[in-house]
């Protein structure tokens, strides 16, 4: 497996691998790094790529760009911790990564490249888009849908039943009790839109 980028994301993501006995991973990056531990850094070298890929970019705009420019000259891979609870009626897109902890209940659908950090937790019926990350701690009630691209931020809470739009902001420790529309930063308890990016 090769992790595409050598940051302190990239490095829980190797001991995810590590977790799940992965025979051989590499660490790419586009700038020059020291090594992750006993992981040499190299720069990828533009021929053709044989290993599935994890992009381990957290920052959700940039990991979908790098994901678009690689397009189909990649395989993605997905990196599961050991020790999360993920029910076997859960789909998960490719490229996804969910860490230590992570708890996901029954038919929920999470999309591609998307990161369910430490000890989120993802109730029944949940839909996820592409791109979305769900920080550690934060917790979806059930039927809660995410629109591509938005972050929830550490230790939020969204009631079941609420759809949330694409490439929102919810900030740490929010409580989200109502719907929330694309592009919007959602903070506070109850939580409160402070701005909608224009598109």
């Known amino acids: 497996m090769i992790v595409y980028g050598a940051s302190g994301h990239g490095k829980v993501i190797i001991e995810i691998l590590e977790s799940i006995n992965t025979p051989h991973i590499e660490v790419w990056d586009d700038a020059p790094r020291e090594p992750i531990w006993e992981y040499p850094v190299r720069q990828p070298s533009g021929g053709e790529i044989k290993d599935q890929m994890i992009i381990s970019i957290g920052v959700n705009a940039t990991r979908k760009k790098v994901a678009e420019r690689l397009g189909n000259s990649v395989v993605f891979g997905n990196a599961i911790h050991a020790s999360t609870c993920i029910s076997k009626r859960t789909t ?108």
């Open 92 to 199: 998960i897109g490719e490229g996804t990564v969910i860490m230590a902890g992570v708890t996901v209940n029954a038919d929920t659908h999470i999309g591609k490249h998307c990161i369910l950090n430490t000890n989120a937790s993802i109730d029944h019926d949940c839909v996820l888009g592409d791109y979305v990350h769900v920080s550690p701690n934060a917790t979806l009630s059930g039927d809660v849908q995410v629109g591509e691209g938005t972050h929830i931020g550490a230790g939020a809470s969204v009631i079941q039943c609420l759809r949330i739009g694409k490439w929102c902001k919810i900030g740490a420790g929010a409580v989200i009790i109502k719907d929330v529309p694309d592009y919007a930063t959602v903070v506070g308890n109850p939580g409160r839109i402070i701005k909608i990016k224009e598109k």
